[in-house]
């Protein structure tokens, strides 16, 4: 069994997380006889208070001008993106089926900056957005002042078309999209559609 004094390792696989590190955040041993003290948990790599919200609940395109709808997705990372030469940082945004992007970036803007006068979009020149397909897109950055930082707000605004209700979007940023070093995951509810 186990002795006294003694520091052992172990290695947990975990099944699942939750959608975000629980208020109660704290792990506890048992063994026969024995219940250790509370240890303080880790924080998820999550996104959060992450919204997804149609400018529209119509079908398709926006009528009568067929253009396509306006989606706001807000969200809040966790982690830091890092500038390091030869790495990009990247955010990628999955629709999901039934959703197609029709544009690349539209607007991406730092809501969490009321010292600046509200929002702060990104410009142009410090991104490069990227359509992988349909309902996928990449946005990486290209300037050490741009990036992705925790405990901040952000607003994308995309170009879609939905013809179903949307289930779930998914967010993902990357330190570095070429080698898949993850920093923060989230998922986000999609939204009914009128027909």
Request: proline share 6%; charged share 15%.
């Amino acid at each position: 069994g186990l002795q006294v004094r003694r520091y052992y390792t172990f290695t947990l696989q975990v099944l699942s997380n939750p959608a975000r590190t629980p208020d109660r955040n704290t792990w506890i041993l048992e063994a026969p006889g024995e219940t250790s003290t509370a240890m303080e948990g880790f924080a998820l790599q999550t996104f959060l208070d992450t919204v997804v919200t149609p400018l529209s609940f119509a079908s398709g395109s926006l009528r009568p001008s067929g253009a396509a709808n306006l989606v706001n997705i807000t969200f809040r990372p966790q982690s830091n993106q890092r500038w390091e030469q030869g790495q990009q940082p990247t955010l990628l945004v999955t629709a999901p089926s039934g959703v197609a992007i029709a544009a690349c970036l539209v607007l991406l803007e730092d809501t969490s900056a009321p010292d600046m006068g509200g929002a702060v979009p990104f410009p142009p020149d410090g991104t490069r957005c990227l359509l992988q397909n349909s309902t996928s897109l990449s946005i990486v950055f290209l300037k050490s002042s741009h990036l992705l930082l925790g405990g901040r707000a952000y607003t994308l605004v995309l170009r879609v078309t939905a013809n179903m209700t949307s289930s779930r979007w998914r967010l993902e940023s990357f330190q570095d999209s070429l080698t898949g070093e993850r920093l923060d995951t989230g998922e986000a509810s999609g939204f009914e559609i009128c027909a």
